[in-house]
């Protein structure tokens, strides 16, 4: 059973600091890897893909990628209240499967 | 900036009856999935769909469901006969064609499915 695993929180952070979210999974053949935001009652929204190990920075977005400790995070700088919602870290396990597998996602709230 | 639409945003259903939930994906984009969430629970992959064929499903997607590319811009999810625990928020999500790695799913707004 392929899993993606989660915190499920809430992390509350305040205004102006760095929110850290954290996502591990089971397949070591895990190939893609994705976060999205969501605020309740809304759909996921792409925020960051990331493929090598390392950091991809877009923003105030930074994903970190760790294969060998197979760990994924996403970090927020600046954090705002209108950051706060649920973001779901979802991995593609392999180049022959189409399919996300979810994490539960972790609440994040910032908080003025 | 080009997006997943998804009809109706809500449908209320008697339980056995079947219902159509439609999606137009993003137009140069030749990947088609839909997810199913219920409340309060991870979003699921439910069928993925590429060049006008089912490419992968999962256990969810049993004899009771059934998607389609009528035309060239719609994709549908039909529901044969609703059960009580079908009610969730079903997403209709497209992607670019893959080249080397999977690539970013888009997601619709959803729609809520709620069976009576």
């Known amino acids: 059973q392929k899993e993606v695993e989660q915190n499920s929180g809430p992390l509350s952070v305040p205004e102006g600091a760095i929110a850290s979210l954290n996502c591990t999974y089971s397949d070591r053949g895990s190939q893609s890897f994705f976060w999205y935001r969501q605020y309740s009652g809304k759909s996921p929204e792409l925020i960051m893909s990331i493929y090598s190990n390392g950091d991809k920075e877009d923003g105030r977005f930074t994903a970190q990628l760790n294969k060998a400790s197979q760990y994924v995070s996403l970090l927020i700088r600046d954090s705002q209240p209108s950051d706060s919602a649920t973001y779901l870290c979802a991995v593609q396990v392999a180049y022959n499967t189409d399919k996300l597998i979810f994490g539960t996602g972790t609440r994040l709230q910032v908080f003025p | 900036e080009p997006e997943v639409t998804q009809t109706p945003s809500h449908q209320v259903t008697q339980m056995g009856q079947e219902v159509i939930l439609r999606c137009v994906p993003i137009?140069?984009?030749?990947?088609f999935y839909w997810y199913r969430q219920i409340l309060g629970q991870k979003v699921e992959f439910l069928v993925s769909f590429y060049n006008n064929e089912i490419s992968e499903k999962s256990e969810i997607f049993d004899d009771q469901f059934s998607v389609e590319r009528p035309d060239g811009s719609n994709f549908t999810l039909k529901i044969r006969s609703t059960k009580l625990e079908d009610s969730a928020m079903y997403f209709c999500?497209?992607?670019?064609?893959?080249?080397?790695?999977?690539?970013?799913?888009?997601f619709g707004d959803g729609t809520r499915l709620s069976i009576l």
């Open positions: 137009s140069n984009h030749l990947y």
């Open positions: 999500a497209s992607s670019e064609e893959t080249k080397g790695h999977n690539q970013p799913q888009h």
